[in-house]
């Protein structure tokens, strides 16, 4: 008896389902208006395909949903050209020259590279002026130096021919403070003096003017 109810029940539950499916449309119409007993499954599944596409439908747990488009940057680098420096001229070496050395001079040497011609007298000749100046040469300074003016006689050694304009000379010999009245020369010119070498004797010159004449020594 158990049995047969159940099979009762079961064939009662079939014929009852079969009646609700009979009552369904075959087709369905997403576009027109739903039947009153259409489940809220089937509202969801037509507000679902009546949506738009790309958006989604907005219920009260949906989460609204922000689309976020990454735009990736590409950078090309570009080489830069590759700069060529032009080629270096090429110079040809100069010629090397190659100056003589002079030859130092002794104060002595630089005196005489001053007089021109010169010609030593056999022996000491005499001479008379009314007023001559009388110059020594500095050979350190390579300048001509006022010793002093002298009158009346002084003794000559040579003559010889003044480089800067070929004025003809006479070299005097002279005793340094000592020779014709010329004892009071300067401390500085002194010094001059020494330091061109010389202690006692020096060579100065006077210039042939009109004011001086040659005289003739005694006994001659």
């Not at 002084?154 to 014709?180: C, D, G, H, K």
Request: net charge neutral; glycine share 4%.
């Amino acid at each position: 008896m158990r049995h047969l109810h159940r099979w009762m029940l079961l064939a009662g539950v079939v014929v009852a389902l079969s009646g609700c499916l009979s009552t369904l449309p075959t087709t369905m119409e997403v576009n027109g208006p739903l039947p009153a007993t259409l489940p809220p499954l089937a509202q969801t599944l037509r507000a679902t395909i009546a949506a738009p596409t790309g958006t989604v439908p907005a219920t009260e747990f949906s989460t609204p949903v922000t689309t976020v488009t990454a735009t990736t940057a590409i950078i090309v680098a570009t080489p830069q050209p590759t700069m060529i420096a032009p080629p270096t001229p090429t110079l040809a070496p100069a010629p090397t020259i190659a100056l003589p050395t002079l030859p130092a001079l002794s104060p002595e040497e630089r005196w005489r590279a001053q007089q021109l011609d010169r010609q030593i007298f056999p022996e000491l000749r005499l001479y008379t002026t009314k007023r001559s100046e009388l110059y020594w040469y500095d050979p350190i300074n390579q300048q001509p130096v006022l010793i002093g003016t002298i009158n009346g006689e002084f003794m000559a050694q040579a003559t010889f021919f003044w480089r800067e304009n070929s004025q003809p000379a006479l070299e005097v010999p002279y005793q340094i403070n000592r020779s014709y009245g010329l004892s009071a020369l300067s401390p500085a010119l002194i010094d001059r003096i020494r330091a061109a070498g010389y202690s006692d004797w020096i060579e100065t010159f006077v210039f042939l003017t009109p004011a001086v004449q040659a005289k003739d020594l005694p006994g001659q």
